[in-house]
């Protein structure tokens, strides 16, 4: 059964959402029944909410993710875990917001990898495993380093393959790969070559695992680092798109000890360069959905598509001339709504009515919706509530959340609150003993440009109160705020 919880008594934590298989059975009764849905869970890397054609995106086509959204369920309300990766991925897999998450900021590990889960969270591998799922994780972790407790082999996932570590994932050319847990090396990617795209093996490798799983249920989390900077696509993709735009040349990491081991390399159009890889991102989600259908389990299969936040600025990334963050203000590293607000598309054929959803939702909530379709097992209480009801076209039996919580290590810490219409943030919490608090009417100002605090002294009051409840001391990250602010 379960690990026993064990991270500040918050109980186990959960991962990711994916793809769902289901056959016909036959019960006693002669009545076909379904076996358990496939489940992939496809997660971008820094993809704005604007950066999709479905959602206003004029420079970019992604037809395929496009064809999911009108075909499924679009979530206009839903909220990333954090507003950077590992934190974001923690909450995924935990189903614990930040305040009380067991990985809460992106705390490096050298040689490679980051601050690892702890072994006591029962991850939402675990949980699928436990109920039959075959698990892969495809991508970037960013969860532990290798061998370390947090390692993927160690919290659930049957089939690893890619990136365990997210400051590696900054380069889409790599010297290796981890595949399980053995290090590959690329050699035509030695010194400079640029022969072996990072993002097409691993694509490779997840089509892979679908093959290999089409007769058993199971759980395909797929953390693509795209479009994350660097911001680089193969030649022979990139020639396609050259001469688009008017471009502002980035200056990167050509040579030296940071070379392809997380500096970005320079990048004579970014712009179109960024067209190129969300585009090939949009390719890959459409071929996933092709290789279902050519193994005739599409129909059994739930698909999620979502983005662990808001769009970069790195690298030579220019959200402001794409619009990526949309109409909402801030970016990655920000708690207004460009920051942690990103689209999410469900979609399961005949079991999912199309359309579109304004239930408030977050990233851990993915554990406890899992949970629910699947009836693997939750560990105890956790800050998530299965949005499972709205995906089956039962809005009427679906639970509300009072609010939701973020908070974020760096830039000296912030917090943020969203409760209805209302949206609460402060920021400067380690320099300020009592920060002010903002305060944004959603409904009336989306774009959280009139701080209207002042106007409502009593709100301000009860959000204070529910930033200090919320906030779970964990002596690790404290340090590790501490080693930020020098």
């Given at each position: 059964?379960?690990?026993?919880s064990l991270?500040?008594s ?5 991962l990711?959402l994916?793809?769902?298989n ?12 379904l076996?358990?849905?496939?489940i ?7 993809l704005?909410?604007?950066d999709?054609?479905f ?12 064809k999911l ?5 679009f ?8 507003t950077?990766?590992a934190p ?10 930040t305040g009380?998450?067991p990985?809460r ?5 050298q040689?490679e990898?980051?601050?690892p889960?702890?072994?006591?969270v029962?991850?939402?591998f ?7 799922y075959?698990t892969g994780?495809?991508?970037k972790w960013g969860l ?9 082999n160690?919290?659930g996932v049957?089939?690893f393959?890619?990136y365990?570590?997210?400051r590696?994932?900054?380069?889409y050319?790599?010297?290796?790969l981890w595949?399980n847990q053995d ?8 010194g400079?070559?640029?022969e072996e795209?990072?993002?097409?093996l691993?694509?490779?490798k ?5 093959s290999e799983?089409?007769?058993n249920?199971?759980?395909?989390y797929v953390?693509t680092i795209i479009p994350h ?6 030649e022979d993709i990139?020639e396609?798109?050259?001469g688009?735009f008017?471009?502002?040349?980035y200056?990167?990491v050509?040579?030296?000890?940071d070379?392809k081991?997380?500096?970005?390399m320079s ?7 960024f ?10 989600v459409?071929e996933?959905v092709?290789?279902l259908?050519?193994l005739?389990?599409?129909?059994n299969?739930?698909?999620?598509f979502t983005?662990d936040?808001?769009p ?7 959200p402001?001339?794409?619009?990526s ?5 801030g970016?990655?590293r920000?708690?207004y709504e460009?920051?942690?607000?990103v689209?999410m ?10 359309g579109?959803t ?6 851990w909530?993915?554990?406890p919706?899992?949970s629910a ?7 105890g ?5 299965s949005?499972?009801?709205t995906?089956?076209?039962k809005?009427?039996e679906q639970?509300q ?8 290590i760096?830039?000296g ?10 949206k ?9 003993n009592?920060p002010p608090?903002?305060l944004y009417?959603l409904?009336e100002?989306p774009g ?5 605090a002042e106007?409502?002294p009593?709100?301000?009051k009860?959000f204070k109160a529910l ?5 779970t001391p964990?002596?690790v990250?404290k340090l590790y705020?501490?080693e930020?602010?020098?």
């Amino acid at each position: 059964m379960n690990k026993p919880s064990l991270f500040l008594s918050l109980g186990l934590f959960t991962l990711s959402l994916i793809g769902c298989n289901s056959t016909q059975e036959t019960n006693t009764d002669s009545e076909p029944t379904l076996s358990k849905p496939n489940i992939i869970y496809i997660l971008a890397d820094d993809l704005g909410y604007g950066d999709l054609s479905f959602n206003g995106q004029e420079h970019i086509s992604t037809p395929n993710i496009d064809k999911l959204a009108k075909e499924g369920l679009f979530f206009n309300q839903h909220y990333s875990g954090s507003t950077v990766c590992a934190p974001s991925r923690s909450t995924l897999v935990s189903g614990f917001h930040t305040g009380n998450a067991p990985v809460r900021g992106n705390y490096e590990i050298q040689p490679e990898g980051q601050y690892p889960l702890p072994d006591s969270v029962f991850t939402i591998f675990e949980s699928l495993k436990a109920e039959g799922y075959a698990t892969g994780a495809f991508g970037k972790w960013g969860l532990g380093y290798p061998g370390s407790e947090g390692d993927p082999n160690k919290q659930g996932v049957d089939v690893f393959f890619g990136y365990n570590c997210q400051r590696m994932g900054h380069n889409y050319y790599p010297f290796h790969l981890w595949d399980n847990q053995d290090s590959v090396v690329l050699e035509g990617n030695a010194g400079k070559n640029l022969e072996e795209y990072g993002p097409e093996l691993i694509h490779s490798k997840t089509l892979d695992f679908i093959s290999e799983n089409k007769e058993n249920p199971f759980f395909l989390y797929v953390p693509t680092i795209i479009p994350h900077a660097e911001l680089i696509v193969p030649e022979d993709i990139m020639e396609n798109y050259r001469g688009r735009f008017e471009e502002k040349p980035y200056q990167g990491v050509d040579e030296g000890p940071d070379y392809k081991i997380g500096g970005y390399m320079s990048q004579e159009e970014p712009r179109a360069a960024f067209v190129a890889m969300v585009e090939l991102l949009d390719k890959q989600v459409g071929e996933i959905v092709g290789k279902l259908e050519e193994l005739g389990i599409r129909d059994n299969t739930l698909i999620i598509f979502t983005s662990d936040n808001g769009p970069h600025k790195e690298g030579g990334a220019d959200p402001d001339f794409f619009n990526s963050n949309g109409p909402w203000k801030g970016y990655k590293r920000d708690l207004y709504e460009g920051g942690i607000r990103v689209p999410m598309i469900a979609n399961w054929p005949g079991k999912i009515k199309p359309g579109k959803t304004d239930h408030i939702s977050a990233f851990w909530d993915i554990y406890p919706t899992l949970s629910a379709l699947t009836g693997s097992e939750l560990p105890g209480k956790t800050d998530g509530i299965s949005f499972e009801p709205t995906l089956l076209g039962k809005s009427n039996e679906q639970k509300q959340h009072e609010y939701l919580y973020w908070e974020f290590i760096e830039q000296g810490g912030k917090q943020a609150i969203r409760q209805g219409k209302w949206k609460a943030i402060r920021l400067n919490l380690r320099k300020d003993n009592n920060p002010p608090i903002e305060l944004y009417n959603l409904e009336e100002d989306p774009g959280e440009e009139n701080n209207i605090a002042e106007k409502h002294p009593d709100l301000v009051k009860s959000f204070k109160a529910l930033m200090e409840e919320n906030h779970t001391p964990n002596p690790v990250f404290k340090l590790y705020a501490s080693e930020l602010d020098k």
